[in-house]
């Protein structure tokens, strides 16, 4: 069911999938609602409306924002909200397209359905921007290994491509790098460790702030058409774990937080946890691919041209200062990021 505040018909419509995610509350942040130029009205769709993030959302954006309740594997859910939103204000003009990443090393059946659902309809529905944040992996030479969420993005984006042949949908793919939020809370101090102890001292990572893949998505809905069929690599800076230790020191006057015993900690985790060698070999295979095979060079044009759509996209040291800022950022949510907890870390149930 729509929201109640009906905004004028000359407002273009976007629906925001995983509205109350960092993805999804950085793009509704990024188009700049309550500024007097707002040419937007935002339908964010959750699972939960009566969740305290959700109800934070409308309370925010109470003239430009539409909470609606949605299960995405439902097929005819998501079907009745292009429905009314036809009936009540013409048409949706635009979709970002996030969704909810299952957990290292878990079936991603279920995201590859949403997803290409997703592009169906809209599609069907004739929108005018589809915007699918997937992830940046080294170009798409070795898209056909890709296993599990990787693969369910690669398919989706096939998917798409394929939607825009067939029946002209207008698509733009995001391929984020790693997200700096990665290091928050004790998963981001185990996170730390892991990569600072597997990685090899030269091999630099993409870092990527969320709020940036919000700005990126928000610049495109502002003018899709020159991004019509365009993939975009978001990373604010390729960077080795020691230079990115002495940007946060610069940053806040401490280095990237870390585990007790970091080195013994992070080998041992590595050890009993295949899905944990699984990322660092998956870094590894990026940064050679980018600086010494040399096969996904497209990634260079990819790369700047988000940079152009945004171009104050921020470094590690800028994210981290902007975090001390802050007061820390919003630890409290990290335990559960990314589906990951201490325990399956360690036991290697993901």
Partial sequence: MLGSSTPLMTKKIILVTGAT?????????????????????????TRTISSPTASALAAQYPEH?????????????????FEDAKKEYGAIFGVFCVLAFPGLGANADGEERQGMTLADISAEFGVSSFIFSSVERGGEY??????????????????????????????????????????EGMIGAISVAVLKTGLQPT?????????DIGHVAAAVFRNPRPNNRQILVIAGEYSTMLEQDASFKRATGNPLPSTPFPTLFASLLIY????????????????SARTQLDLCPEVVAQTAAAKALYPGMRTLEDWARDRARRGGGNDKRSAGWNEVSIWKLVTGRL
């Avoid at 091999?203 to 709020?211: I, L, P, S």
Wanted: charged residues 25%; negative net charge.
């Fill in 65 to 81: 924002l539409s909470l609606i309740q949605c299960d995405l594997d439902s097929a005819q859910e998501v079907r009745k909200v």
């Fill in 142 to 183: 070795n898209d056909d290994n890709a296993v599990l969420d990787r693969r369910a993005k690669v398919m989706i984006e096939r998917h798409i491509k394929a939607l825009g042949e067939s029946k002209n949908l207008p698509w733009t793919i995001l391929r984020p790098g790693f997200f700096m939020e990665n290091y």
């Fill in 21 to 45: 995610g960092r993805q999804g509350q950085a793009l509704i942040r990024a188009l700049d609602l309550d500024s007097e130029s707002n040419q937007f009205h935002v339908l964010a769709l």
């Fill in 272 to 287: 009993l946890n295949g899905h944990t060698q699984a990322l660092i070999t998956d870094v590894e295979r990026i940064h």
């Fill in 203 to 211: 091999t630099r990572n993409q870092m990527v702030a969320v709020d």
